[in-house]
Every structure is written in structure tokens, then in C-alpha cells.
């Protein structure tokens, strides 16, 4: 009899510092919707695209960390730097990515992100073990504005097939990971045509791939809708170790926020969901936090301008 199981590879993108519920879930309702999955699913996966930590007030002024706390605390396994996660400098995120790796937080991937001497910054790749199922996730970055590093040039591009390979050596399914858009006329489908043995390419918001994804060739091309107004969900079928199908949905944010309404909310039996408890202490937290900092600036900026008024009346 074969052995069959799914594997559930759930994933998000372009997140844009939109930590609190708004035009998207927020991280409090997403952490339900990611326990709930991870209880009914079993075998998962939570992966990020990139561009997460900057692009709100409440992400900017602590310099990412508020999402790099929960991603911690949702418990994601992989995230690819996208080339807006460098807003606070290439020193700041190495040093992130290092001690999220030393905390055991979600790996940070990128195979492309090289420093003056031509060596990978990043670790290029993780493989997880989902239940005897070898899941190998490449991460990819769009160029940045970083001095001192490069991103995507003839060697990266070359050496493509080579990064794929060595994955899949190691790996049941492979996965390319990052929030790419087009870089020197190259975009996922391009990657997805050119090189062989990706299974599933997720992107952020910048390719509009079809809530049920996009397939070229033997490539699965999956995405989301910026500011988590969207999740997306990849169910991988196994049979005797090896992914037999598999299928890509969309969650909206109005599946979360109107599950009533939501068909697919319906199908699960969902009639309301809650923000989760632990999240949203943090988020209240970091908001109070955040009132203090911009409390501080406008008195800060009020005492500047009455003493630029002494000083003028004085002249």
C-alpha cells in the first residue's frame, strides 16, 4: 500500500510593515489562521517572499524588529530578503539574519546577495524536513540600494542551474523563494522556463499569478497581494516520498475579516476569527511603544521650533 500524506506550504510577501489589521489580516488574525492550519494540516511550511520590514510608521521606527518578532513568534520557517528589507542598512539585516539563526528563528535565505569579494552574505538555502518529505528553499533577491553589494549579475544567473541542482540533490521538492518583480528582463516565468527542476516559485505581489497559481512547464508559480490583503496555501500530495500534484489557493483578507460571506470560509466551517491572544499583546505593545517615540518627536520638534521663535524675536 503506498504511503500518501500532503505537505502545506503556506506563504506570504510583499507585507510592507502592515503589522495591524487595516486593508490586510495583520499578524494578530494571520497567527490564527496559522495555528488553525498547522493543527488540521500537520506537515507544514511557513515561508515569507521578502519585503516585510519596512512601510509603516510601527515597522520603521524600531527598524524592522517589530516583524522580526513575529515572524519569530508565528513561528516561520523561511524568509527571503527582499531588496525593501535593506532600508535600514546591509549591516542592520546581516546582523538580524544572524541572530535569527542563532535563536532559532526562520532561516533568512538569499543565493544572490554578494558582498565586494563575490561571496554569498546569506545562506543560499535551507532543506526542512516535513514529516520525511526533503523541502529545499532557495532564496532569491530583487537588486537594492546597498552599497558594496551586488545582486544579480552574469555569474549569478550562470551558476542558476548549478543552486537548483544542489537543492534537488538534497531535496524531494524544490522551492524558489523572493519577492523578484522583473530584474534585467528577467521574472519568474523566465526562471521558471530557463531553469530546470524548481517545482514551485513563490513571489510577492509583483507577478499577478491567478488565485490557484500559474504553471510553466514543470513550475508551479504562486503569489500574494501586497500588505497581507492575501496568503497564499500550496498543497503538495506525496506518494511513497515523492509529490505526486500539487494545488495553490489564495486566502483573502475578507475571508478573514467576513467569513460569513466567504465560500471558502464556509467550506472550513469558519463563522468568525479571532486575533490570536499572544499576537496581539505584542502589537499593543509595540503600538504603545510606538506612541511614546512619536509623543517624544513632536515635543521634541515643538521645543526646537519655541526656541528658533526666542532666537528671532531676540534678533
Not at 56 to 68: C, Q
Not at 82 to 90: H, P, R, V
Not at 238 to 251: H, L, M, P, Q
Not at 289 to 297: G, I, M, N, P, S
Amino acid at each position: 500500500k503506498p504511503v500518501e500524506f500532503d505537505v502545506y506550504l503556506a506563504h506570504t510577501g510583499d507585507i510592507q510593515g502592515q503589522i495591524e489589521e487595516g486593508i490586510g489580516i495583520g499578524f494578530a488574525k494571520l497567527a490564527t489562521g496559522v495555528k488553525y492550519g498547522r493543527a488540521v494540516g500537520g506537515k507544514t511550511l511557513l515561508l515569507d517572499a521578502g519585503n516585510a520590514t519596512s512601510g509603516s510608521d510601527l515597522a520603521e521606527k524600531f527598524a524592522g524588529e517589530p516583524v522580526g518578532v513575529l515572524f519569530d513568534l508565528l513561528g516561520y520557517d523561511a524568509v527571503a530578503v527582499g531588496a525593501k528589507d535593506f532600508a535600514y542598512g546591509a549591516g542592520r539585516l546581516v546582523e538580524a539574519a544572524a541572530l535569527s539563526e542563532a535563536y532559532g528563528g526562520p532561516a533568512v535565505l538569499s543565493a544572490n546577495v554578494l558582498d565586494a569579494q563575490g561571496r554569498m552574505v546569506f545562506d543560499g538555502y535551507e532543506v526542512f524536513d516535513v514529516g520525511g518529505f526533503a523541502v529545499g528553499v532557495i532564496g532569491l533577491t530583487a537588486p537594492a540600494d546597498a552599497a558594496g553589494y551586488s545582486f544579480l549579475d552574469e555569474a549569478v544567473v550562470a551558476n542558476a542551474q548549478a543552486m537548483v541542482d544542489a537543492v534537488a540533490a538534497e531535496s524531494d521538492y524544490v522551492v524558489v523563494l523572493g519577492s523578484l518583480g522583473t530584474v534585467m528582463g528577467y521574472d519568474v516565468e523566465y526562471l521558471a522556463e530557463n531553469v530546470k527542476g524548481i517545482d514551485l516559485i513563490v513571489e510577492g505581489s509583483s507577478y499577478d499569478a491567478p488565485a490557484g497559481g500559474k504553471r510553466v512547464g514543470d513550475t508551479l508559480i504562486v503569489s500574494v497581494d501586497a500588505g497581507l490583503q492575501s496568503v497564499g496555501v500550496v498543497q503538495v500530495h506525496v506518494v511513497d516520498g515523492e509529490a505526486e500534484a500539487s494545488y495553490a489557493a489564495r486566502i483573502d483578507a475578507s475571508d478573514v475579516k467576513n467569513p460569513a460571506a466567504s465560500d471558502l470560509a464556509k467550506m472550513f466551517g469558519v463563522g468568525f476569527v479571532p486575533a490570536d491572544k499572544e499576537a496581539q499583546a505584542y502589537i499593543d505593545y509595540a503600538k504603545a511603544q510606538l506612541d511614546k517615540v512619536l509623543k517624544a518627536e513632536k515635543a521634541a520638534a515643538e521645543k526646537a521650533a519655541a526656541e528658533r521663535a526666542v532666537k528671532l524675536a531676540a534678533e
